[in-house]
Nanobody, 119 residues
């Protein structure tokens, strides 16, 4: 079992910044990808940013230049720095890890953290 715990969401005015964190615990042998997704009311969950084992990063077009994904391998933690926030960034943000435990592959999700951007 791999558990993810998110933190850092909240309410911010448009133009402001927030930093999300997601820490993983459990019998992790390797991590292939770490990412952030979001889901706004009435919409499907979408990929915001992802970092893969080779350190390649990809971002949704809507957040390029404003959001930065990073990781701390020693802490099994992934971060999402969100700058120049817009009201349309309002959503529940979920972190996702994909990898392997000693015994089996895993694809784990955090509990979600609310980000609300006021206009």
């Amino acid at each position: 079992q791999v558990q993810l715990v998110e933190s850092g969401g909240g309410l911010v005015a448009a133009g402001g910044s927030l930093r999300l964190s997601c820490a993983a615990s459990g019998s992790i042998f390797s991590i292939n990808a770490m990412g952030w997704y979001r889901q706004a009311p009435g919409k499907q969950r979408e990929l915001v940013a992802q970092i893969r084992s080779g350190s390649s990063r990809n971002y949704a077009d809507s957040v390029k230049g404003r959001f930065t994904i990073s990781r701390d391998n020693a802490k099994n933690t992934v971060y999402l720095q969100m700058n120049s926030l817009k009201p349309e960034d309002t959503a529940v943000y979920y972190c996702n890890y994909q990898g392997r435990t000693v015994w089996t592959p895993f694809d784990s999700w955090g509990q979600g953290t609310q980000v609300t951007v006021s206009s």
